[in-house]
Nanobody, 126 residues
Framework: QVQLVESGGGSVQAGGSLRLSCVVS????????MGWFRQVPGKEREAVAR???????NYAESVRGRFTISKDKDKSPLHLQMNSLKPEDTAMYYC????????????????????WGQGTQVTVSS
């Protein structure tokens, strides 16, 4: 059974930083497509960033230059370093994973995830 567990969310003032982590267990494939989505109540879920086995990354335009997605090794956690946070970054952030080929679809950060974490709340105050 694949499980994704996020951590690192919290409350921060605008301009601050947070680092989200996602620990994956039960995923036996050495190749992957992983990423972060976020959602605000009443709005559609938004893809934030994704990364594949080769380290290729894609970001949403709204976070490019401020957020960095990373994953050093096959079994290491997935991270999202968020700098220069803005109030509009406030959302529930979800870690997601899928087969490697899922990252080959489209040029943006979204992908068809097979596995989801439970989410971690990020709140940015002005």
């Amino acid at each position: 059974q694949v499980q994704l567990v996020e951590s690192g969310g919290g409350s921060v003032q605008a301009g601050g930083s947070l680092r989200l982590s996602c620990v994956v267990s039960g995923y036996t494939d050495s190749s992957y497509c992983m990423g972060w989505f976020r959602q605000v109540p009443g709005k559609e879920r938004e893809a934030v960033a994704r990364i594949n086995t080769f380290g290729w990354v894609n970001y949403a335009e709204s976070v490019r230059g401020r957020f960095t997605i990373s994953k050093d090794k096959d079994k290491s956690p997935l991270h999202l370093q968020m700098n220069s946070l803005k109030p509009e970054d406030t959302a529930m952030y979800y870690c997601a994973a899928a087969e490697h080929r899922s990252c080959a679809v489209g040029g943006g950060p979204s992908f068809a995830a097979n596995y989801w974490g439970q989410g971690t709340q990020v709140t940015v105050s002005s």
